[in-house]
């Protein structure tokens, strides 16, 4: 079965600085999503961003980008020019395409990292 | 972006009385909707998976006949805790996808009060 592991419970950032929010996963998959969402206190789940295992250039949105190493089953999340709205809770999410022949392409999420931003 | 609503968003019922939460994808026809449920402090556990005219497939341990799940069309989803107990209190939250192989987008979830 696959498993996401976030081993940070909680991280903090001053303002406008960069934070790595660490996450990584155990599969015998060869094709797969990986995800960051983001839950903040109003508890709406936004993806923040989203990489597909096949491709080797890291994802990017705006100031959020990703550090994925496929061979080590890593997938980092990096919040550049950290801004008080960035905190949140941060969950890593992994499913597999159902193309793959798996069958799991629900969601696995890690039990997620809370982020404080301090001004 | 894709829309997902989901109500109610609060909710407190009585020990024994059954409550129903809707899901609905309100831009786009969701051929797959998720149920989780979230305890505090807690990352989301998936309940469910439902497609539309289909029996909903549960995860392990958790009671159909509690949670019944209906997916009656490709915009509405809806769960229903029956004989709802106190230590069904819990945050919900659903999710519809387009097709299987793209990302779930979320409902706002749904405080559930058991008193």
């Known amino acids: 079965a696959q498993t996401v592991t976030q081993s940070q419970p909680e991280m903090s950032v001053q303002e406008a600085e960069t934070v790595t929010l660490s996450c990584t996963y155990d599969?015998?998959?060869?094709?797969?999503?990986l995800f960051w969402y983001k839950q903040p206190p109003s508890r709406q789940m936004i993806l923040v961003i989203r990489?597909?295992?096949?491709?080797?250039q890291n994802a990017t949105e705006n100031r959020f980008s990703v550090n994925f190493q496929k061979a080590a089953k890593s997938f980092s999340l990096k919040i550049s020019d950290s801004q008080l709205g960035d905190a949140a809770m941060y969950f890593c999410?992994?499913?597999?395409?159902?193309?793959?022949?798996?069958?799991?392409?629900?969601?696995?999420f890690g039990k997620g990292t809370l982020l404080t931003v301090n001004p | 972006g894709a829309v997902v609503s989901q109500h109610p968003s609060r909710v407190i019922c009585k020990s024994g009385t059954s409550v129903k939460i809707e899901c609905r994808s309100l831009?786009?026809?969701?051929?797959?909707m998720f149920w989780y449920r979230q305890f505090p402090k807690q990352s989301l556990m998936l309940m469910a998976t439902s497609n539309e005219g289909s029996k909903a497939t549960y995860e392990q341990g958790v009671e159909k006949d509690k949670f019944l799940i209906n997916h009656a069309s490709l915009t509405l989803s809806t769960l229903t805790v029956t004989s709802a107990h106190p230590e069904d209190s819990s945050f919900y939250i659903c999710s519809a996808a387009v097709d299987r192989n793209t990302e779930a987008f979320f409902g706002q979830g749904t405080r559930l009060t058991v008193v």
């Open positions: 599969t015998s998959e060869s094709d797969y999503y």
């Open positions: 999410a992994y499913r597999t395409p159902l193309w793959s022949g798996g069958s799991n392409y629900k969601l696995t």
């Open positions: 831009d786009f026809q969701a051929t797959t």
């Open positions: 990489q597909e295992a096949y491709k080797q």
